[in-house]
């Protein structure tokens, strides 16, 4: 079995990625990154982190290595681990070690959801030591100056049980995402999807609608990334409402109540 | 299986049984001469119905076994036993009067049973019209029902039931419509004016409201055409349909004044001398009227309660930014002239923008954009609903004690007024209650509160270390074996590292010709407890003394154990005197460290008043919603059958608390009993079931078997 992984050149963003900044969020990262800081986004889901690093990977002309993180997730997942090939055993390295040794960017997407004795492996690289030791082949991998970490995190709905250790936070420059305004938002609709601007800003309408019932009967409104979905839907000709019902409502809850009430709010809209 | 219809005589039987006659001397030969004339099915409905009744009053279940057969011919069954069951909602709420009055007026009750079967609802409705007004920008505004539609600009209220159309769902939309009318009047500035200054004066001032009214409507119709096309056109179909739409096209002129961008209630106050009273439309079917007085009361109060709330957090802004300001300037000395008040300025959002006019603006603080928290953001925007801008005197920051906030604070809310407040209400939860005879739920009957328990530092903690030291140290021992350690698994088909001996073998193997086994990995074995408990500890009167002692330190011992196993756990106490005061004491939150304050309120657990419980169980049930654990686990610990001050007694509790105990389980949730009540065995099985309680005899044995029971039921 012979393992197959990417060649570094390969993780390059070739493509300018449609990024629409909403505050200093590119200056600060590129000062972070210049200063070989590491970098925590975050901020409810959809509202443009993944986009973002893209972009900026793109910008810094450095590949983007991305680690969807789930609590099954182990340190040799990151680092590394030993197979067997034809008799012998060979070490393959982890996205993270492959990161380190060829300066790109590592984005360990939703961290919290890590065990926590799999986020301490990255502590020696976000603090100004920037090595990577691998103890099962004895080796320490420094960073040079073009490796970047970044991770995401949503403060919102994990339970406090899932909360980030203030010793993996406190090494990190933060930046905080949250849904661009309501003028930006039309507009990220509408050079995503093409739609009119029209129907764009009666998107953005209803994702204000839900999520101002956040809290009363909603864990969470209508992110950005729905409404991308939702505005695909009726370029594609479904009508909105129905958009508004399956691409956005449906996704957000199960109570039939609430599905309802967000169904009169969208026919109102519409 | 057919069964033969009943004779007089045993129905006659039957209800001198279930009516007492012994007591009551009712006369039972009437009803059951008209009863007698039925089939059994529905011989026996009735003497059930009866029966169901009668556990709640007796004279009111001779009125049903009367007139019951009336109720049949007439409705369904299932009408027949909604009837049954708002009698007795009567009775319980009303009285007795009240509650006959329900069953001897059956005709009203069954024309309302044919409004409603296409009428829209009220209650039905409410949990879908309310989320809906929360969509809508501005104020959060609260729901309730009343005879008209009206709102006072805090409250929007609707009638009860709608019938006006011939389909229910038609009936929904007014609802809809009406609302949102409402809505439009405090959105979109019907009372920025003092309607009663204008209108008070002379003679003629009815008329002129009127057709103000009228005027106003064709505003509103037009903000909500632009903002909410979708529901304009629905309430444009409604008018259609009731023939309203004629008279708005007279007024075409109008409307077009009241349909710009800019007209305001102004607008509709100049234009009411040029219209003619015969010209009006009249009312749309989803106004209400005009209750002006109401709205000066309510707008007067909120308009100075949050001038002041407002002010105040400006202040705090001031303060903060000042002193971030003197910090970074080191040179200068920061300290604010006295006397020098802080102003504020608004930054309007550009033209372009404001397709939202719900208040979205920004606040400056000398020259700069200052960050706004969410409350200063809800103020604004009801400040701006009640202005139609933020008032420049609203913009200067309150002075050192200009303010005394706790004058605005909700006075300490009555229980026993909470149905009559909106459906949401701070800080208190309401829950239903199970009525084991009339087979159904009370409506939101019980009043539960959560309440903080005042820690006490004193040497409890410590002395029952002490005396429990040998114990606990066994205990310690037997719970670090449950805890769930990792497992190195050898020869696996994927995992971190190589098993060096399965590898040796195998390269063996491949010499001597064979093929390469694939197992050849180790791989470490999570070994995950996600068990999440709640401790409901008996805090009811009767625990006085010894048991309450013995039950604090079986909390600290238990404590102790169990951050050994990691495991998640909360401790709540719970007691109560009524249904309108149902307590449940805070002693340790899931997420809260055990830390010297939990230990400090363990130590004030006092005895209180009395035991109801299921709704602590259903409470406790939705808190559990919001856990995410493999193992979901209630335990509570009791020193005796469920028992109230009002009828939480006997059958009644019991049965109660066994339903709550089944709905728990629906969610998946284990619930174990552990109780020093000898008598526990003739009760307890029914509400828990056979395996899940245990009766300890001594309370001295308390403390080690709650841990004991504890290690027992969270192992395989
Ligand atoms: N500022 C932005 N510029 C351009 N597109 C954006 C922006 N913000 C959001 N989007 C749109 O929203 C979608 C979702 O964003 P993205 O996938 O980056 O979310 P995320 O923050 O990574 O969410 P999660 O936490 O769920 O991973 C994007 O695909 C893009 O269409
Ligand atoms: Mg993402």
Known sequence: MQPKTLKPEEYFVKDEPYYQPVDEEIAVFEAAYAQCLPVLLKGPTGCGKTRFIKYMAWKLKRPLITVSCHDDLTASDLVGRFLISGGETIWIDGPLARAVRHGAICYLDEVVETRKDTTVVIHPLADDRRVLPMEKVGEILEATSKFCLAISYNPGYQSVMKDLKQSTRQRFVALDFDYPNATLETEIIVSETGIDKNTASQLVKFAHMTRDLKGSGLDEGASTRLLVHAAKLIRDGIKPVTACKTAIAQTITDDADMLTAMHELSSSLF | MAHEPLSTEDIIACLDECLEVEFSFVENETPAQAIVKLPRREQDFILNLTRRVAGTNIKLAYQLACHAIRALEAMEQHMVEAWAMTATDHYDRKGLLPAMSVIRDLDSFIDNARKRACGAVFEEQVSVLLPFLHGLSGRKLKLNSA????????????????????????????????????????????????????????????????????????????????????????????????????????????????????????????????????????????????????????????????????????????????????????????????????????????????????????????????????????????????????????????????????????????????????????????????????????????????????????????????????????????????????????????????????????????????????????????????????????????????????????????????????????????????????????????????????????????????????????????????????????????????????????????????QSLYEAKQQGIHSFCITLDEKARDYLPHMYGAANYAVIDDVAQLPLKVSDIYRRLTTG
């Open chain 2, 147 to 658: 005879d008209r539609a009206y709102t006072d600009t805090e409250t929007i209220y609707l009638p009860p039931i709608l019938t006006t159309l011939p389909e229910m769902q038609e009936n929904f939309l007014l609802y809809k419509a009406t609302l949102a009318h409402h809505w439009a009047q405090i959105q979109y500035g019907t009372f920025r004016v003092d309607l009663i200054d204008i209108y008070s004066n002379d003679a003629n001032s009815e008329i002129q409201l009127k057709k103000f009214y009228a005027l106003e409507a064709l505003r509103l119709d037009a903000c909500i055409q632009r903002e909410l096309p979708g529901l304009y056109r629905d309430m444009q179909m409604l008018k259609q349909k009731l023939n309203q739409l004629d008279n708005q096209h007279r007024w075409q002129d109008l409307q077009t004044i009241l349909s710009e961008q800019h007209s305001s209630v102004h607008t509709s106050i100049e234009l009411v001398d040029k219209v003619k009273l015969e010209d009006c439309p009249e009312l749309f079917c989803y106004q209400g009227e005009l209750q002006l007085h109401a709205v000066r009361e309510i707008m007067n109060k909120r308009i100075e309660r949050e001038k002041a709330c407002f002010r105040v957090a400006l202040s705090e802004v001031a303060k903060e930014t000042l002193q971030q300001t003197a910090c970074d300037e080191t040179e200068n000395t920061g300290e604010p002239t006295k006397g020098e008040t802080a102003m504020f300025e608004i930054r309007e959002p550009d033209a372009a923008q404001s397709a939202f006019n719900d208040g979205t603006v920004e606040l400056q603080f000398e020259g700069e954009l200052v960050p706004t928290s969410e409350h200063i953001r809800k103020l604004m925007s009801s400040i701006f609903v009640d202005f139609g801008e933020i008032p420049s005197e609203h913009l200067t920051a309150a002075g050192p004690d200009e303010y005394d906030l706790s004058k605005y604070e909700d006075s300490k809310l009555d229980p026993g007024e909470v149905w009559k407040d909106t459906y949401h209400k701070e800080g208190v939860e309401i829950y239903n209650e199970w009525n084991v005879q009339r087979q159904h739920y009370h409506k939101n009957w019980c009043v539960l509160r959560e309440i903080d328990v005042q820690p006490v530092y004193d040497s409890f903690y410590q002395d029952t270390l002490t005396k429990h030291k040998g114990l606990l140290k066994s205990l310690r021992h037997s719970f670090e074996i449950l805890r769930g350690e990792d497992k190195l698994l050898k020869k696996q088909p994927h995992g971190d590292d190589i098993d060096i001996d399965a590898f040796v073998e195998a390269c063996g193997d491949v010499l001597s010709g064979m093929e390469m086994p694939e197992n050849l990995f180790t791989k470490i074995h999570k070994e995950k407890r996600n068990v999440a408990v709640i401790f409901m500890v008996d805090m009811s009167g009767s625990t006085c003394g010894w048991i309450n002692q013995a039950e604090k330190e079986s909390l600290i011992l238990l404590a102790e154990v169990l951050e050994i196993l990691g495991d998640r756990y909360a401790i709540y106490g719970f007691s109560g005197m009524t249904r309108k005061r149902c307590e449940l004491f805070k002693i340790k939150t899931i997420d809260e460290d055990y830390d010297d304050n939990v230990r400090a309120r363990i130590s004030n657990i006092k005895p209180q008043d009395y035991t109801r419980m299921g709704v602590f169980i259903r409470h406790i049930t939705r808190m559990f919603n919001d856990i995410e654990a493999d193992t979901k686990l209630l335990i509570t610990l009791s020193d005796g059958k469920p028992d109230d001050y009002d009828t939480y007694r006997g059958e009644y509790g019991v049965e109660d608390t066994r």
